[in-house]
């Protein structure tokens, strides 16, 4: 197994109740792996907030980023992780 | 011909000559640079030769709608303030929302040209046709909230709106602004501007409305426009109820909310305080600006001593960063009263914050003592004294008269190594963004017309990650001149110049928005735009404001960033170990001058892109 950190922001920070949590996946695990985990900590009630009930892929619109860069850049959902990995999903946000 | 959207006429107020007059808008003028941003800064390049005095009375204080502002399109009741800047040397032009600008097109004009420097401090009135000069005497020290009343009761018509300078700007502190209601055309000085005009105010009453080209068309245009709105995943469902302060979470997430001076970012990072939650709890209503059905403005209430009771409409995002982290302060109540105190004064909230930890820094590492100060203990978080620095600063007591003037002033005066610490390109004080993290966003910094301006090429592939035109590296330096050339030009185009609300780009329209300007401009308007032709405007005016920065003797050498940006790599947070060395700078600045058509050794356009963009005349002007 490997520690990966999962952050989140706004309303799924206060849906987890934390904006950091650590988590443990198996050695060559994806983003999605991280991102179901996430779920589980998150909690039965929440999960819809993160993934689609019907596809359990994650919420369109979300912003999912691997050591600070997007995913769709790094291959995706299907981007493995590595020890110390820091996979940040943020909800859609604007202005400023 | 102008069929709708437009006036058609520009009114001339010389404040030596105490004279108005009318002047009309030409198809030409609008169709190449429809209004807001480009009819001030095309007055500004045609009227305000170089070397001219910000401060004298040969600089001319632009106020612009766009062709859309007092229209029933959402979110468009906006305008822009141009002037030569006092803090830059540059084109100063902000961008200011509310009621005042519906009612300057209500009132039957699209712009107003102030010039000339009144012989004592005076307001001018306008109620259609009728313009008077009146006397400010008694207006003159008053704050904006109480200038804005008094003109009010004075003229018995609670419903003029007016554009007002407090006492930052009778004062000529370069951070000055103009407030009209609790909104502000805010950075870049304007407000000094307008104090060295001796014009405390404008109030201006309106009856007329913004007449509709083609109606069926426009109408179709704006249900599209609206459809869009809908279909936003940010719009309604989160931006109307949390407002700018949402992004305090999630840039703070990304290791980019600056603080301490750009010393503690990723490691500062208050989100619990300062953050989404923590504004909703203080959150007490909306204020929204004229016609927006989106509201994001709020006003917060303080409710801990010694700042209970105080009001803000705000602390917007920006101003939490510079009253709040950049300050080390992370007591959402005294954010709010520091706002809510730099309305009162007239200073910019983004400058003088900026400004503020700058000295804060110094204070630290010795280079201002308790006798320089004045007393006050400058240490980071200490917002009490970070109140009373603000004060001064507008008043020009003590310490205050030395900050006055923003960072670059005060580190020039100061000597030493102080301008290593002073947060700013081409005198304007950095936004909260720490560009180390996105590197399109921090080259928009170097190269922006204003100096260090979030609003003129915001990036918001890399802040919000929206994949438009592309899906890009946060933090990757190749394809970023390209990038930041595309984000300033569709800005000005679609936002600056039509006008509308930014937050429409990028949450709304933000594949489309040339389309989209376009439809709503022609069936207004009765002038035809296509897409490409609004993209171009974006581009010409962008070209327009470089020349005047040419013109004053600006260049490649000036399209930098404070060395703190450039050799200190983020410590902690979401982007550690990032920034923008000389190297990837330059990578980025030979791309973006490229992308622009521009001379890559010194930054000036070229004649040939002058001539593409049907600006000869300006290319004679450089010499070129």
Redesign the interface.
């Known amino acids: 197994m490997i520690r990966v950190t999962a952050?989140?922001?706004?309303h799924l920070?206060?849906l987890l109740r934390s904006?950091e949590v650590e988590l443990e996946v198996p050695a060559g695990a994806s983003v999605m792996d991280v991102l179901v985990r996430l779920a589980d900590r998150m909690g039965e009630q929440s999960v819809p907030a993160l993934l689609e009930p019907q596809s359990g892929r994650p919420q369109?619109?979300l912003?999912i980023?691997l050591n600070?860069?997007?995913i769709?850049?790094l291959g995706g959902l299907d981007a493995v992780v590595k020890e110390g990995d820091?996979v940040?999903v943020?909800?859609?946000?604007?202005?400023? | 011909m102008l069929q709708g959207g437009y006036t058609g006429k520009i009114l001339r107020v010389d404040l030596s000559q105490r004279e108005a007059r009318t002047e009309e808008v030409s198809v030409e003028l609008a169709k190449n640079y429809i209004g807001g941003a480009g009819f001030g800064i095309k007055t500004l390049y045609d009227e305000v030769p170089a070397g001219t005095d910000a401060l004298g009375p040969d600089n001319k204080l632009i106020f612009a709608c766009g062709p859309l502002s007092g229209s029933d399109t959402p979110c468009a009741s906006r305008m822009a303030v141009t002037s030569k800047s006092p803090l830059t040397g540059a084109v100063g032009m902000a961008l200011t929302g509310g009621f005042f600008p519906a009612e300057l097109k209500f009132a039957g004009y699209d712009a107003l040209i102030v010039e000339g420097t009144a012989e004592a401090p005076t307001y001018v009135t306008i109620d259609g046709d009728t313009v008077q000069f009146r006397d400010a005497q008694g207006l003159w020290g008053t704050n904006t909230s109480d200038c804005q009343q008094m003109i009010k009761d004075a003229l018995k018509d609670q419903g003029y709106r007016i554009a007002c300078i407090g006492p930052a700007g009778e004062n000529l502190s370069r951070l000055a602004c103009i407030i009209n209601e609790r909104r502000a055309a805010g950075r870049k000085g304007l407000g000094a501007v307008m104090g060295s005009k001796n014009l405390k105010a404008i109030a201006v009453r309106g009856h007329g409305e913004v007449a509709v080209a083609d109606p069926e068309a426009y109408k179709a245009a704006r249900s599209s426009f609206r459809e869009h709105m809908r279909e936003s995943p940010v719009l309604y469902s989160q931006f109307a109820k949390l407002g700018t302060p949402m992004v305090v979470d999630v840039v703070g997430a990304m290791g980019m909310l600056a603080a301490k001076n750009w010393r503690a970012t990723g490691e500062f990072l208050p989100v619990d305080e300062l953050g989404m939650e923590a504004g909703k709890a203080v959150t007490v209503g909306r204020n929204p600006c004229q016609g927006c059905p989106v509201a994001c403005s709020q006003l917060k209430l303080a409710r801990s001593a010694p700042y209970a009771g105080i009001m803000a409409e705000g602390p917007e995002f920006e101003s939490i960063y510079s009253l709040g982290t950049q300050c080390g302060v992370d007591n959402m109540d005294a954010v709010i009263a520091a706002d809510r105190l730099c309305d009162e004064l007239g200073l910019d909230t983004m400058s003088a914050g900026v400004t503020v930890g700058f000295a804060m820094e110094l204070y630290e590492r010795g280079a201002l003592s308790a006798v320089d100060s004045g007393d006050l203990d400058l240490s980071f978080g200490n917002d009490r004294a970070m109140i009373a620095l603000l004060e001064k600063m507008a008043y020009r007591e003590g310490i205050g008269d030395l900050l006055a003037d923003g960072v670059k002033e005060a580190a020039d005066r100061i000597g030493g190594d102080a301008s290593r610490y002073a947060m700013h390109v081409k005198g304007l004080e950095l936004p909260a963004y720490d560009v180390r993290g996105a590197k399109a966003h921090g080259l928009n910094y170097a190269t922006s017309y204003t100096g260090a301006d979030h609003n003129r090429g915001y990036a918001f592939q890399e802040i919000f990650g929206i994949p438009i035109p592309k899906e890009v590296d946060r933090f990757a330096v190749e394809g970023k001149g390209e990038l930041c050339k595309w984000n300033q030009d569709i800005r000005t185009a679609t936002c600056d110049c039509p006008t509308m609300c930014a937050f429409l780009l990028d949450m709304a329209v933000p594949a489309i928005a040339a389309e989209n300007a376009a439809a709503l401009l022609t069936s207004l308007t009765g002038v035809a735009f296509t897409a490409e032709e609004v993209f171009q405007v974006g581009e010409r005016v962008n070209n327009l404001a470089r020349a005047f920065s040419v013109r004053e003797g600006f260049s490649r050498k000036d399209d930098t960033l404070p060395d703190r940006v450039m050799n200190e790599p983020l410590a902690a947070g979401g982007s550690k170990g990032h920034h923008i060395p000389q190297e990837d700078l330059d990578l980025m600045l030979d791309e973006y001058y490229t992308a622009r058509g521009w001379d890559v050794a010194t930054g000036t356009p070229t004649r040939q892109k002058l001539e593409e963009l049907g600006l000869a005349s300006v290319a004679d002007d450089l010499g070129l």
């Open positions: 952050r989140t922001a706004l920070a206060t904006r369109r619109h912003r980023m600070g860069r997007d769709g850049i820091d940040l943020i909800p859609p946000a604007g202005g400023g």
